[in-house]
């Protein structure tokens, strides 16, 4: 069976559609930095992402940040001032390192060329707990030396062929001024022509692309040179941000400059999070929480620029994607994110080429460390590889098919290749409104959310199964794989014992299970009431 070829199969009596689902969530996932990439836990986690969910490309910053040692104008033997070389050599022992053990689980890089060197930085200012430096560099000839050497040793370790499978993204977030850069605008569009020109002058196959912007916003903070904050008051204090204008960050200039200079793009790229932060006159920052659709109709404005653009046929990374932008965000831990990111998916698998979720672990050090197992990391895993109620999402969602058989507002019901139908139901409250999940900077505040109701009824009949087949049912909520708030009844423990962590991984993964058959007529009933946030998937078991 097939929904192509077999008219057998029935939906609820009607034949189902027939058309393709893109998973957009497993394409590629973020990580930190590059240096976290050499440690086992983020290795282990990262190999469980790509037999679990799938994840074919991993995206991270700091492929050249000073702790990866690839760039050296000077060399230090641990005593006395560093010793100036007579011309910059490249060394790839650690970049090696980790390359390697990305493209051994099948997996591949989607290359984040940044930051920049200290020796090539025309400035020493630092970002995160890492001191990651953002500035130009002070020799763009030098820079594109690097790039070069950089690619051409990847060419030469992986093979040609291989490489031109890897997405170049030029910077993060140039936008954020001071923080991600601290040149203007258009001393990041030069680095974007220069590195663009050096990757098509080694390979005109390889993929190219940017800006790597931050968020959509409603006003016009970005729209000059720097980083305006002043602008950012009457978002701040409007009564009801949402009705603002929300609009991507550097997409249409970077659009006309390229144009203008016949420079290439292969894919833009930018970041999507349904929070933002503004700030008031009086300096006062403000969380805004977006529409829970603000994913999808931030997509469907992208896809209209770009189909009006000199560059038609760009693909479309959302390189960040999140409940919200902060690393220290408790949502990220519980079921309302899980529910909240299953529903936005679905919604968007037709809308992107990728839509990569920021980040698969929490072993993440923009601010060093988490305070505690349960610090609202971005990871579907938590430090000690304890699975979050969004990682079981993720892998319900790997299992549908390829092919979309009924998608309604509350899930979607896929054929598969082998003769079977796979499907993914949630609860996303009612009550909620247009409401999304927003943010909260403790568990607790995160409870404001456990009332919301009422429960639904999920209830199909699909026809043409297989008579006797038997479809697993798996269910997570409140009460199944809430693991931070088993957490958050121990007392909120910081450090865990051995036995605590056991336990917490029992508890993280003891989902709701049943089993469903194909009666002899070869129909499925599904009847089944979901509680408020629940998620389930119906897949055929394993034989």
């Known amino acids: 069976m097939s929904v192509v070829t077999s008219p057998a199969l029935m939906i609820d009596g009607r034949v189902p559609a027939d058309a393709p689902l893109h998973h957009v969530w497993s394409v590629c996932v973020g990580a930190g930095r590059a240096n976290e990439a050499l440690r086992a836990d983020w290795q282990s986690h990262f190999r469980e992402a790509v037999t679990t969910f799938g994840a074919r490309y991993v995206r991270f910053h700091g492929l050249f940040h000073d702790d990866m040692f690839v760039y050296r104008a000077s060399n230090g ?45 025309t ?67 030069e680095l974007y022509e220069a590195t663009a020109r050096a990757l098509k002058a080694i390979d005109p196959g390889l993929k190219v692309g940017g800006p790597s912007s931050s968020v959509f916003v409603p006003d016009s903070r ?112 519980t079921v309302y994110a899980a529910t909240y990111i299953t529903r936005a998916f679905l919604q968007a698998h037709a809308l992107a080429d990728s839509i990569s979720y920021w980040t698969f672990t929490d072993v993440f050090e923009e601010g060093g460390g988490g305070i505690g197992p349960f610090h609202g990391g971005f990871g579907f895993v938590n430090e000690q590889g304890i699975h979050k109620p969004t990682f079981h999402a993720m892998a319900m969602l790997h299992r549908l098919g390829e092919r979309i058989a009924l998608q309604t507002e509350h899930g979607i019901i896929t054929s598969t290749t082998d003769d079977a ?94 089993t469903l058959t194909v009666n002899d007529d070869g129909v499925l009933a599904i009847d089944v009431t979901l509680a408020p946030w629940a998620v389930m998937s119906i897949s055929r078991a394993t034989p």
């Open 123 to 189: 400035q020493t200012e630092t970002l995160f707990w890492w001191k990651a430096h953002c500035s130009p560099p002070n020799d763009m000839n030098a820079w594109v030396d690097l790039v070069t050497a950089t690619v051409l040793h990847w060419i030469e370790r992986y093979g040609r062929e291989e490489v031109r499978t890897w997405p170049f993204e030029v910077w993060n977030e140039p936008n954020l001024v001071p923080h991600f850069w601290t040149g203007t605008r258009t001393q990041y569009f």
């Open 77 to 121: 033997g641990g005593f006395g001032p560093p010793t100036p070389l007579d011309k910059p050599v490249y060394t790839f022992a650690y970049v090696d390192k980790v390359f390697d053990a990305i493209l051994d689980t099948g997996a591949r890089p989607f290359v984040e060329l940044g930051f920049m060197p200290r020796e090539l930085a």
């Open 421 to 514: 139908i796979a499907a993914v139901f949630f609860n996303y409250p009612d009550s909620m409104g247009s409401r999304s999940v927003g943010d909260a900077t403790s568990y607790v505040q995160t409870r404001r959310l456990a009332g919301e109701g009422p429960a639904r009824r999920i209830s199909h009949s699909v026809a043409g199964l297989i008579p006797g087949d038997t479809y697993a049912v798996e269910i997570l909520d409140q009460d199944h794989g809430n693991v931070a708030e088993a957490w958050h009844r121990l007392g909120e423990p910081l450090n865990l014992s051995r036995q605590q962590v056991a336990d917490l991984q029992r508890i993280a993964d003891d989902l709701s299970t049943s």
């Open 222 to 333: 970005y729209d000059g040179e720097y980083h305006d904050r002043s602008v950012e008051a009457a978002t701040a204090e409007a009564p009801d941000p949402e009705v603002l204008p929300w609009k991507p960050v550097w997409i249409h200039e970077l659009i006309a400059y390229c144009a203008e200079r016949e420079l290439p793009i292969d894919f833009f790229s930018t970041h999507l999070y349904p929070t933002d932060y503004a700030f008031d006159t009086q300096g006062v920052g403000r969380a805004i929480s977006r529409d829970r659709d603000a994913t999808r109709n931030d997509l469907e404005e992208m896809r209209r620029i770009i189909a009006a653009s000199p560059y038609p046929d760009a693909d479309l990374h959302i390189t960040e994607w999140s409940t919200s932008p902060s690393s220290r965000d408790r949502m990220h831990d």
